[in-house]
């Protein structure tokens, strides 16, 4: 029989994914011009959540160690660890999108026609 993804995870890591991305989720589902990026509290919070899920990508690693040093003493059920990872990076995004929108073009004046240089009657030739 082929070892088959866990669709649960028994970790703290997934347990930790789950609950950073109902709440950037919950967070982020909420008008930016009711809730806005201005509001310090909330920068706060993703600055926290965005440390965390550098703590969740050690823990990824860890756990990636411990799977590929005893990869056949468990085969029923593997951590797609790959899947994991997207999905952590996807919250990442997330987070960073919300903190840095995407920004209007710079926009480009139109060239000046004029000639502000005076030329004195003496000038000419």
């Known amino acids: 029989m082929a070892p088959?993804?866990?669709?649960?995870?028994?970790?703290?890591?997934?347990?930790?994914?789950?609950?950073i991305a109902l709440t950037v989720g919950a967070g982020l589902l909420q008008p930016a011009a009711a809730s806005g990026v201005r509001d310090p509290v909330q920068r706060q919070d993703l600055a926290r959540l965005q440390a965390q899920l550098k703590q969740v990508d050690?823990?990824?690693d860890r756990l990636a160690a411990r799977q590929r040093r005893t990869a056949g003493q468990h085969?029923?059920?593997?951590?797609?660890?790959?899947?994991?990872?997207?999905?952590?990076?996807?919250?990442?995004?997330?987070?960073?999108?919300?903190?840095?929108p995407p920004r209007l073009p710079p926009r480009h004046p139109a060239p000046l026609d004029a000639d502000y240089a005076k030329h004195s009657a003496d000038d000419t030739p």
Do not use: C, E
């Open 58 to 60: 050690r823990t990824i």
């Open 75 to 100: 085969p029923h059920v593997v951590l797609d660890v790959a899947a994991l990872r997207a999905d952590v990076h996807k919250i990442r995004s997330g987070i960073q999108h919300y903190l840095a």
């Open 4 to 19: 088959r993804t866990a669709s649960h995870f028994g970790t703290r890591a997934a347990a930790t994914v789950t609950l």
